[in-house]
């Protein structure tokens, strides 16, 4: 669970810093309009988006709330993996060292 918790949150700082740094020195427009015009960068946006879906799989399984579930399907989509990650680090903090919690959250029995 350690390795879980250090991973997630050098995720949420690394991809802090890159989205930082998109925001300050890109061009979404201009960038994501080089990214569309790229058949290569169709398959990476169709790759990222597929594992955005099966990632937010997992939070809908796992997670008691409706309304928190939503928040974070939309935070998944808008800020990717950094909400991947965050998501991540706090199931981990949550389950205490025990994965079943970890992957199951409210379909935990125990």
């Known amino acids: 669970m350690k390795v879980v918790k250090w991973v997630s949150l050098v995720g949420v700082l690394a991809m802090s810093a890159a989205l930082i ?32 879906i099966l990632f937010s799989g ?27 990650a965050l998501y991540s680090f706090l199931a981990a903090v949550d389950a205490k060292e025990n994965w079943q919690k970890f992957w199951l959250g409210k379909h935990y029995q125990g």
């Open 21 to 52: 740094n998109g925001f300050t020195n890109g061009n979404f427009s201009a960038d994501g309009a080089l990214i569309i015009a790229n058949p290569w960068g169709i398959v990476s946006l169709v790759d990222l988006y597929v594992g955005f």
């Open 58 to 84: 997992w939070i809908i399984y796992r997670e008691k709330s409706i309304p928190m579930t939503i928040i974070w399907v939309i935070l998944m989509m808008v800020l990717g993996f950094w909400t991947g």
